[in-house]
């Protein structure tokens, strides 16, 4: 099991940017995909981005791309998203997510293929 702690939301103005972190709690961090999430008031929560174990297959929403850079750091069991550009449409909870078995396009943006969750970091754009 791992755990997984989101940090670096905040309140940015449209057209600014962010980076968020997750740090996870094991060591095994490097065996695991990992996935961004969000969740919007009253919106269903929504794939943002994946990467697979070793960094060297990601996966990005439309609504995102070229805008929104994951990435992970194996040696200090971390994983980041870039953030650039933000719109106020991004305003949400941001959740980071794990899981193991295979990297595929429909499993990696799949929420319930995920079973380790973070408690998410709140994210404001404003216009």
């Known amino acids: 099991q791992v755990q997984l702690v989101e940090s670096g939301g905040g309140l940015v103005q449209a057209g600014g940017s962010l980076r968020l972190s997750c740090a996870a709690s094991?060591?095994?961090?490097?065996?695991?995909?990992m996935g961004w999430f969000r969740q919007a008031p009253g919106k269903e929560r929504e794939f943002v981005a994946a990467i697979s174990w070793s960094g060297g297959s990601t996966y990005y929403a439309d609504s995102v791309k070229g805008r929104f850079t994951i990435s992970r750091d194996n040696a200090n069991d971390t994983l980041y998203l870039q953030m650039h550009s933000l719109k106020p449409e991004d305003t949400a909870v941001y959740y980071c997510?794990?899981?193991?078995?295979?990297?595929?396009?429909?499993?990696?943006?799949?929420?319930?293929?995920?079973?380790?969750w973070g408690q998410g970091t709140q994210v404001t754009v404003s216009s």
């Open positions: 094991r060591r095994t961090f490097s065996s695991y995909h």
């Open positions: 997510a794990a899981r193991g078995g295979r990297f595929t396009t429909a499993q990696a943006q799949n929420g319930i293929q995920y079973p380790y």
